[in-house]
């Protein structure tokens, strides 16, 4: 079909202004946030609700055009922009932000793919509520996009990744046809786990509208500790003691180099009078103050300075230090950005195996979550021409320590020439036939995961 048809067709279901076609206006959907990557859209499709999602799906898949859904287009690894050719209808789901009401018996509320995780917060709190996966992106990251790329975050160590906190979801398929798993029942063993399928599935089995998501009580008392540390080993063994205690619900680590770019990018005043070479955020939340018990704990471990917070805002200026890596990484330049996980055990010796295996090509900023062993390798000043090489090294080691080449961010486009290397031959042809049978002729996300030009 011509585009120009499509446009009026897809314009009959949204209405004008929801049908994006002006270069200008279609270049935020079209870059991600980084800026490494970026594509071409045939146009943007803002629909409204999920009848409007269904009817763009069958009128694309009428006329064998490929879709491309959109969140807030804050992934990291290339799944939320188009390819370079033109090709595909941006569906951005982000004018779906219904929420429904709060069912506190069942600790669930149901809410729209395009409602961003901080709006979801800001409902929740004063009811008394938490979701509880939690991220540095919360403001501009959607519940829509979470769910697709299964994203982990900070609050895993407590509350898993986000496939643990959603118990049903709403999806149109690549015809258009509507699946409906939002009942998300406690007990429900009536065959294959549709949701669970569907949430890391990166926009390429089906676009989730619409979920039902597993609430977890807010927990009024909190205490947060950045403690400088020597090592990572002995960052691990503190968080090894910290693990007794259930009141702990975020661990995350930076080193020296990650800490000076955040504060000569956003002019903090640095948390410790001297340097140290990593530092530990936690924080612990209760129905009463936490702090005691974690005093009690870090009284006999290898610290070397802690600061400690219990009002809010000086909670928020600690955990600025970690959360504001990412952005500080991007005002530096352009970044590699490879977020692997490796068994707690191998991360000291992967860690210190990065210069050796960089060989000068990038300078690597090493942060993330502590206790999944997951590590953001962020690489500034690498050669293009190096690249390749450069992430084969680092994946491949990751690969030989028994670790996956995506602990959170997903495969998108910039991992899926790798993903043989921690999913075996088995796996990926499962993964294939998953897809065929759901989106026979490859419409959805035709780059993302498993592209159907590989
Ligand atoms: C984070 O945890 O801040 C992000 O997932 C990491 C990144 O920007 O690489
Ligand atoms: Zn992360």
Excluded at 211 to 238: G, N
Excluded at 441 to 446: C, D, F, K
Aim: aromatic share 4%; charged share 20%; hydrophobic share 45%.
């Amino acid at each position: 079909m011509d585009r120009e048809r499509l446009v009026q067709q897809l314009t009959a279901v949204v209405g004008d202004a929801h049908v994006l076609t002006d270069p200008a206006v279609r270049a935020s959907y079209e870059t991600d946030f980084t800026g490494r990557y970026t594509g071409r859209a045939r146009c943007v499709v803002r629909p409204a609700d999920t009848a409007e999602v269904a009817a763009v799906l069958r009128l694309c898949h009428g006329s064998g055009v490929p879709v491309l859904p959109q969140g807030g287009n804050t992934g990291l690894v290339g799944g939320s922009v188009p390819g370079p050719d033109g090709g595909e209808v941006v569906l951005s789901l982000r004018r779906l932000t219904g929420i429904g009401p709060l069912d506190p018996d069942a600790r669930r509320i149901t809410v729209g793919a395009g409602l961003p995780l901080a709006a979801l917060q800001r409902h929740l709190r004063p009811l008394g509520w938490e979701f509880g996966v939690d991220l540095a992106a919360r403001d501009s990251a959607t519940l829509g996009g979470m769910i697709a790329t299964n994203a982990g975050g900070e609050r895993v160590v407590k509350y898993g990744t986000t496939r643990a906190n959603v118990a049903g979801v709403e999806a149109v398929l690549a015809d258009g046809g509507v699946l409906d798993r939002l009942a998300g029942l406690p007990k429900d063993n009536t065959g294959y786990d549709l949701t669970g399928l569907l949430v890391g599935s990166e926009g390429t089995l089906a676009v989730v509208t619409r979920a039902r998501l597993r609430l977890v009580p807010h927990l009024p008392h909190r205490v947060t500790a950045l403690l400088a540390l020597d090592s990572l080993a002995s960052a691990i063994a503190v968080l090894g003691r910290l693990r007794l205690l259930e009141s702990l619900e975020l661990a995350e680590f930076f080193t020296a180099d990650g800490l000076a770019l955040v504060l000569e990018r956003s002019g903090l005043p640095a948390p410790f009078r001297s340097a140290h070479p990593v530092h530990l955020l936690v924080e612990c939340a209760g129905r009463r103050d936490p702090s005691g018990e974690l005093a009690e704990l870090l009284e006999e471990a290898d610290v070397r300075e802690v600061a400690v917070a219990l009002q809010d805002a000086d909670r928020r200026r600690l955990a600025a230090y970690r959360e504001r890596h990412t952005e500080s990484i991007n005002a530096a330049g352009i970044p590699l950005k490879l977020d692997v996980t490796v068994p707690l055990a191998a991360l000291p010796g992967f860690v210190a195996d990065l210069p050796a295996l960089l060989a000068g090509r990038g300078s690597p900023y090493v942060f993330g979550h502590l206790a999944e062993g997951n590590v953001h390798v962020n690489l500034l000043g690498v050669a293009p021409a190096d690249e390749e090489a450069v992430t084969e090294a680092v994946l491949d080691r990751v690969a030989a320590a028994g670790g996956s080449i995506s602990a959170e961010h997903g495969i998108g486009r910039a991992k899926a020439p790798y993903l043989h290397l921690t999913r075996s031959a088995a796996d990926i042809a499962v993964m294939r036939s998953i897809k065929a049978a759901l989106d026979p002729t490859g419409l959805l996300s035709p780059h993302t995961l498993l592209p159907t030009d590989a």
